[in-house]
């Protein structure tokens, strides 16, 4: 079982930049593949970047490309998420998930999730 805790959501300006965080339980978890997904008020939850491990390959959604950078400190068991060039656009919930297997977008597939963290983006 894998326990997942994100943190250092908030408000931002457009342009801004915030840092996610996500705390694994788990000495075990250092072996997942980690992802983050956001959810806006509306919509369905979308794939926002991911990470092998033990993190030589990143994947970005196109909408994030460029912009946002997801790593991990394995010995630390954490995974992070460095947002820059902020649009209002990013607002969401933003999640932090693990599964076993390689790499996927599809939140089906992740087995374990952490409850989020909100990221609102002012104009």
């Known amino acids: 079982q894998v326990q997942l805790e994100e943190s250092g959501g908030g408000l931002v300006q457009a342009g801004g930049s915030l840092r996610l965080s996500c705390a694994a339980s788990s000495r075990t978890s250092s072996y997942y593949r980690m992802g983050w997904f956001r959810q806006a008020p509306g919509k369905e939850r979308e794939f926002v970047a991911a990470i092998s491990w033990p993190g030589l390959s990143t994947y970005y959604a196109g909408s994030v490309k460029g912009r946002f950078t997801i790593s991990r400190e394995n010995a630390k068991n954490m995974v992070y998420l460095q947002m820059n060039s902020l649009k209002p656009e990013d607002t969401a919930v933003y999640y932090c998930?693990?599964?076993?297997?390689?790499?996927?977008?599809?939140?089906?597939?992740?087995?374990?999730w952490g409850q989020g963290t909100q990221v609102t983006v002012s104009s």
């Open positions: 998930a693990a599964r076993k297997e390689d790499y996927t977008s599809t939140s089906l597939l992740y087995e374990y």
